[in-house]
């Protein structure tokens, strides 16, 4: 069996799958990507399935080895990845042979990356997946952040093409589009118009369990505890503080604070990959515009992902634009 | 957009939760005939396997239902939702009731003490009355396999602390304002703990992972340190120790 050394580990390097489905109800957080349409690109590029397991990081990536030879892709943002030194392109597939050394740095105007290695992270699953969440300790290795030493299982590498995408992948853009509810009317018509004004600034203080929001403050005129009742992603929670609270994938299953709204799926791994004192605003659509929006972009992604394009082979140390 | 009072919502009503989600809200009180109703009607929407249904998550006193918009769209299922409130929903699954065994006090249960002064009586009867009144599952949250328990007699009922504590351990029996509970995986807290359970709540290397689910209830038995221990060797060698009864 294949394995990959992590030789240095950015500061929240996890394995990750798309997530744990069928356990919210036994108080079972979903975990899986920040930005969903990365891992997928991610995977498909190095010709693994749509859920075999990545590594995500946040800001940093670090530096592996393999012992045996495979395509690997790095997505997310654009950043700085080399193999023994030479530059090389996120959003396109690579060889990495045993004794090179891949060093991923920083992201650019994007905080979540994803590291695909063919054959996909073998690591046992839990409850079905093998995505880490962190605060449970379940999943991944250990269920916990990786560090410098540690070593994961690979698939096995099946002989395929290096590719790359046509275009880059578009994000929407403009404000972050919110469906409002389910508690919405714990709100007066001032708040929620605050709310929709915004503008909110991305705050230090983001993981991914959570991301909190600074701007105008928002109460509620009836208090902030609610008897609690499950959350989403997306779900935008308002404590006392009246800053929104948006959670993310590892977010806990039930919450006690009145949620003002919740972000549109198409929205979510933009304001994931948001640099922190970035401003978003909200504009509000119906849950049937939001559902719409979601089928489109769900179509989109499908072809794009179906149309990745082979790279040729003999391009120079394979770093072809 | 119209806001109306949060005072003046009707229940039950169905609000959205994004586009891949719905929250059906029967009421936003604690009490156990709205936790049934959620209970049971989670229970509607399995039996029924209506297609795009991801997964539900019964609460105190709502339901959230995900789904896949590409399979069925919100609108709808908001729809079929309501006529199945409609109708009269009563849960199949026959009631089983667990036997917690707790050691009182020791380390796990550190507020064991203060609380009893608190409240003016002896650590025996703080005991006594902790372990004769039946609590309900009213729902599993916050962390896998964590029970947030209802029943917990009037004169038990506790604040929070102001500063939660950094780490308590799995199997901890707390109290939270009117809420009991079972803590099922380590991590902060702010509630009162009193005692600990040999018994795992969660244990993913266990070919059933959780113990209890909504509706289950539970009664908790007094041991003393040495059937503690005697309970502790027995579930780590991965054997079957629960009490469960039908009711």
Known sequence: MNTLEVLQAGPMLTVQDLGRAGFL???????????????????????????????????????????????????????????????RHSWESHHLRPGQV?????????????????????????????????????GGLDGRRLAAGDRLPLGVTEAGALLALRRPLSRPTGPVRVVPGPQTDHFGDQAWKAFLDGPFRVTASRDRMAQVLDGPQILAFAGHDIVSDGTVAGSIQIPSSGRPIVLMAERQTTG???????????????????????????????????????????????EALASLEVKPENSPSGSSI | ???????????????????????????????????????????????????????????????????????????????????????????STTARQLTVPVHYGGEVGLDLDELAEMKQMTRLELIALHSAAQYRVYMIGFAPGFAYLGGLPEQLHTPRLAVPRQRIEASAIGIGGKQASINSVPGPSGWRFIGRTP???????????????????????SINLEEAAHLDAAVACGKTVEEWEAL
Not at chain 1, 36 to 48: D, H, I, K, Q, Y
Not at chain 1, 107 to 130: D, E, F, H, K, M
């Open chain 2, 1 to 91: 957009m119209g806001m109306t009072q949060a005072a003046s919502i009707q229940f039950p009503r169905i609000a959205p939760c994004g586009d891949s989600a719905l929250v059906v809200e029967l009421s936003d009180e604690i009490d156990e005939a709205t936790n049934q109703r959620v209970v049971a009607l989670a229970e509607a929407l399995a039996q029924r396997a209506i297609s795009g249904i991801v997964e539900t998550v019964p609460t105190y006193r709502s339901l959230l239902v995900i789904y896949d918009p590409c399979v069925v769209r919100g609108r709808g299922l908001s729809a079929l939702l309501l006529d199945l409130l409609a109708q009269d929903l009563s849960s």
């Open chain 1, 25 to 87: 109800h036994l108080g079972v957080s979903g975990a899986g990507p920040m930005d969903r349409p990365s891992m997928l690109f991610a995977n498909r590029l190095v010709g693994n399935e749509d859920g075999d397991a990545t590594l995500e990081f946040a800001h940093v990536g670090g530096s592996f080895t393999v012992e045996q030879p495979v395509r690997f892709a790095v997505t997310g943002g654009a950043v700085e990845i080399t193999i023994d030194g030479e530059r």
């Open chain 1, 102 to 138: 891949l060093k991923i740095g920083a992201l650019r105007q994007a905080v979540w990356g994803y590291l695909a290695l063919s054959g996909g992270i073998r690591t046992p699953p839990v409850l079905n997946a093998r995505s880490t969440h962190v605060r449970s300790g379940i």
């Open chain 1, 256 to 302: 006690g604070y009145p949620k003002i709204a919740t972000v549109a799926s198409v929205d979510l791994p933009r304001l994931a990959q948001c640099p922190t004192a970035s401003l978003v605003r909200f504009h509000s659509v119906s849950q049937d515009e939001a559902e719409d929006l979601l089928i489109a972009q769900s179509q989109q992604w499908a």
């Open chain 2, 199 to 221: 018994l795992k709540l969660f244990d993913p290397s266990r070919s059933e992972p959780f113990l209890l689910r909504a509706g289950d209830r539970i009664r908790f038995r």
